[in-house]
């Protein structure tokens, strides 16, 4: 897919995976989806939940470095600054040539790669992120959609990015 499509495909990925309400139980449950989906396929990821700036799940798998903990950290920076995917704003910011720094950013502090996706409630908007890192940002990216697509009983297919 080009960047435009794949632009295309994040944006009704943000509007679809959307929930009606969203609370500590509901990230938990989360949270543990990916962790499961992760240690069925044997994947070395950190997986993290932030609502508003409070961490209400963490998980690091096997494999896991302390810089995973590091580009959460910052891919999650993305999402509350955009309110947007981690994902898109990379793929935004390569279409128009730019770096995190032409909008005044830090790269040690954010970092515009697959991975963190927004957690929007209908009628409220972005009320945090669901970040997952240590796969290529394009897989982190595809693997917190499933985890979206499948809680909210989502057609994965008609969501996946190619």
């Given at each position: 897919?080009?960047?435009?499509?794949?632009?295309?495909?994040?944006?009704?990925?943000e509007?679809?995976?959307?929930?009606?309400?969203f609370?500590?139980?509901?990230?938990?449950?989360?949270?543990k989806?990916?962790?499961?989906?992760?240690?069925?396929?044997g994947?070395?990821?950190?997986?993290?939940?932030?609502?508003?700036?409070?961490?209400?799940?963490?998980?690091?798998?096997?494999?896991?470095?302390?810089?995973?903990?590091?580009?959460?950290?910052?891919?999650?920076?993305?999402?509350?600054?955009?309110?947007?995917s981690?994902?898109?704003?990379?793929?935004?910011?390569?279409?128009?040539?730019?770096?995190?720094?032409?909008?005044?950013?830090?790269?040690?502090?954010?970092?515009?790669?697959?991975?963190?996706?927004?957690?929007?409630?209908r009628?409220?908007?972005?009320?945090?992120?669901?970040?997952?890192?240590?796969?290529?940002?394009?897989?982190?990216?595809?693997?917190?959609?499933?985890?979206?697509?499948?809680?909210?009983?989502k057609?994965?297919?008609?969501?996946?990015?190619?």
């Amino acid at each position: 897919m080009s960047i435009d499509e794949d632009l295309i495909r994040i944006a009704e990925q943000e509007k679809a995976l959307s929930f009606d309400a969203f609370d500590l139980t509901t990230a938990w449950q989360l949270g543990k989806l990916l962790q499961e989906l992760a240690t069925e396929r044997g994947l070395g990821i950190a997986i993290d939940i932030t609502l508003h700036s409070m961490p209400v799940f963490y998980a690091a798998l096997p494999g896991v470095t302390p810089d995973n903990v590091n580009w959460v950290r910052r891919k999650r920076n993305m999402v509350s600054r955009y309110f947007r995917s981690s994902y898109a704003s990379g793929l935004k910011l390569q279409k128009e040539g730019k770096k995190v720094e032409d909008n005044g950013l830090s790269p040690a502090d954010y970092a515009p790669h697959g991975g963190s996706f927004p957690i929007n409630v209908r009628g409220t908007g972005c009320i945090g992120a669901v970040t997952v890192s240590g796969l290529p940002q394009r897989d982190d990216h595809n693997l917190a959609v499933e985890a979206l697509a499948l809680i909210l009983a989502k057609d994965l297919e008609s969501l996946r990015l190619a």
